[in-house]
């Protein structure tokens, strides 16, 4: 704790001081998720949650998507991201061209993009979708087909759950990749009763022999309504030591795979981040509205 107070400290001072809010994603490390972050959240939450922000600067601790989210629903404050290396696997695997050569192959199929995706990318989508409400986004659509961009494995996930017809693009989370049923077996068989529960990143093959799928906050929310004796969350690693800290009563098993783009948001650099207003978000003007209807539109189903 003595390494952490010095920052914490001055954190929570210069917050006061820029009239600033930290928003976390839940893959924060616990110290800044429970010590300093105003909001926290799935990406889903941090977006809505990120239209009733009442201060002049929003500093993203999450990645660098999540800061263009907030900026793109926050055209007039100042949204600060502390390391601009703070990228995603997912959000790389796809480029504006690339949607633009979806729409040529399969004309008039609507376009759903992750937020896991740049603002170029989301303005050439019909409407973007988080883990948290895909299928609901996928079926507001009234078609009987949609692009699904860019995540091979959440799209064969909601294709599961729905008679809308998928076509997937082969972008992947590099964390969530990696976990295979061979995992959850083996977890199984050294922690009798285990409840599971995966992330729809994981894939298709995980998701299926998982008792339940959900974004961050539906796994969390999970643990607090069902209260399982055991629980393992195949997820990134921070994920368990936050949502643990709430539930001292359940015992976590945590294998877990770090997300470093994630993992380089650090106390110390969003105290940086306070101080020296920096590293302002800012998005390409060009981009800027196709982006913002795209979110906007997702946060209205
Ligand atoms: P959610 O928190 O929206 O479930 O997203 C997980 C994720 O990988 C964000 O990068
Ligand atoms: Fe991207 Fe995966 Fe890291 Fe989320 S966990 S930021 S999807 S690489």
């Known amino acids: 704790w003595a390494a952490f107070s010095d920052d914490v400290e001055a954190i929570l001072a210069l917050k006061r001081e820029r009239n600033a809010v930290i928003l976390a994603h ?9 010590c300093v972050a105003d909001i926290v959240g ?19 601790a999450g990645v660098h998507f999540m800061a263009e ?23 790389d695997s796809i480029a504006a061209n690339d949607v633009r050569l979806m729409r040529q192959r399969y ?26 409400n895909a299928l609901a986004v996928v079926e507001s659509l009234g078609g009987e ?3 699904m961009l860019p995540y091979e494995y959440l799209a064969r996930n909601i294709a599961a759950q729905t008679s809308v017809e998928i076509i997937a693009w082969n972008g992947h ?14 977890l199984r068989d050294a922690y009798p009763g285990v409840t599971v529960l995966a992330h729809p990143e994981c894939p298709p093959e995980v998701v299926a022999v998982a008792d339940f799928a959900g974004s961050t906050v539906a796994m969390s929310d999970f643990v607090g309504r069902h209260k399982p004796a055991r629980v393992v969350l195949m997820t990134e690693c921070s994920m368990s030591d936050n949502v643990a800290i709430e539930h001292p009563d359940v015992e976590f098993v945590r294998p ?5 783009h994630m993992k380089r948001i650090t106390l110390a650099n969003i105290r940086t981040a306070l101080q020296e207003t920096r590293h302002i978000v800012t998005i390409d003007a060009r981009v800027v509205d196709g982006a913002r209807r795209a979110v906007e539109r997702m946060l209205a189903v």
Do not use: Q, W
């Open 107 to 132: 004309p008039g199929v609507p376009v759903v993009t992750y937020v896991n995706t740049s603002a170029a990318v989301k303005a050439e989508s019909d409407i973007c979708c988080t883990s948290g």
């Open 173 to 186: 989370c590099e964390v969530h990749e990696r976990f295979t049923p061979a995992d959850i077996r083996e």
């Open 69 to 91: 989210t907030a900026k793109l629903l926050n055209p007039d404050k100042t949204v600060l991201i502390p390391d601009l290396g703070a990228g995603c696997s997912l959000a």
């Open 26 to 34: 839940n893959y924060r490390t616990p110290e800044i998720f429970h």
């Open 256 to 260: 877990c795979n770090l997300c470093p």
């Open 42 to 60: 799935d990406s889903l939450a941090l977006a809505r949650k990120a239209m009733t922000v009442d201060a002049d600067m929003i500093v993203l």
């Open 145 to 147: 087909r949609v692009i």
